[in-house]
């Protein structure tokens, strides 16, 4: 690993340290909020999370293999590959 992948490695590690601790306090917040919110409404978490979790599943559309090509072609040009015709 060179020295320029490392530093790349270790701020990415980085990143999701303090990633994860605004997810914590963010958890703790709106936990605070809703336990504030429950003693004002006397609403319960259960009700609260009942409505979501009736949600409907969101279904995706199988793509084709030409969409998918196109794609990959897309994303090998924009990263600067040469484009080759044909499969291997």
Known sequence: MTP????VYVQGQ??????AMQDAVTVV???????????LSGKSL?????????AEPTHTKPQAEKDLWMMI???NAGLG????????
């Open 29 to 39: 917040f709106q936990g605070e909020c809703f336990a504030r919110e429950k003693t």
């Open 4 to 7: 320029y992948e490392l530093s």
């Open 81 to 88: 590959g040469a484009v080759k015709e044909g499969r291997a």
């Open 14 to 19: 980085q990143q999701g340290q303090v990633r």
């Open 46 to 54: 259960q009700k609260v999370l009942k409505r979501f979790s009736q």
């Open 73 to 75: 072609r897309a994303i």
